[in-house]
């Protein structure tokens, strides 16, 4: 396995955000994902992940990934423009009063017309139903290029930062390579 230095923020917000009314366009929807099925999962996570190289989860053993597709305390929400699924966002909400969000993002074919911000206000207001404290998240220099500004925009504020070894496969065990679609 590969490891690149990549730079990391994590941001957070500790209170619900001012000014998050974001309605829907006509013809989106977002449904959740009950225990979604691991070839639907990967299959998001392929088309949104794909060009920022997103391995965790495609290294993950099957075993694993299903705990974490079964488990209760995982949420999984889908972007759905006019019937076609078009992002999806993973929430993972922990014992200590706080949620994160472990994914978030769009497919190429829907990323820039501008369903982001009212996909993320969505699931902000979504996660701050519950008692938290706090809602968090991380992105790194490796994710689309405008993702820290957004995120910024979107109520989140960093609170640390830090160069990291992300691994990655080598390119004869690269999970994509791997994939059948």
Known sequence: MLE???KTWWLQQTQVPENLISKLPKGVMVIKAIKPT??????????????????NRLMLP???????????MNEFFVLY??????GFA????????????????LTPDFT???????????IIRHAWQRNI???????????HPSAL???????FEIYDEAVIDQPVPDAGSDPYNKLPW
């Open 81 to 86: 423009i006019n019937g076609v699924p078009g």
């Open 133 to 143: 404290s706090k809602l968090w998240l991380h992105t790194c220099n490796l994710d």
């Open 90 to 105: 993973e929430l993972d909400i922990h014992s200590d009063y706080s949620t994160e969000v472990v994914y978030f993002g």
């Open 38 to 55: 691991r070839s639907f999962y990967l299959f998001l996570y392929t088309e949104v992940g794909r060009h920022f190289q997103w391995y």
């Open 4 to 6: 690149i230095k990549t």
């Open 62 to 72: 099957h075993s694993e990934l299903e705990e974490i597709l079964q488990d209760p």
């Open 149 to 155: 500004n957004f995120y910024i925009k979107n109520g």
């Open 112 to 122: 820039g017309k501008g369903l982001g911000t009212s996909f993320m206000r969505y």
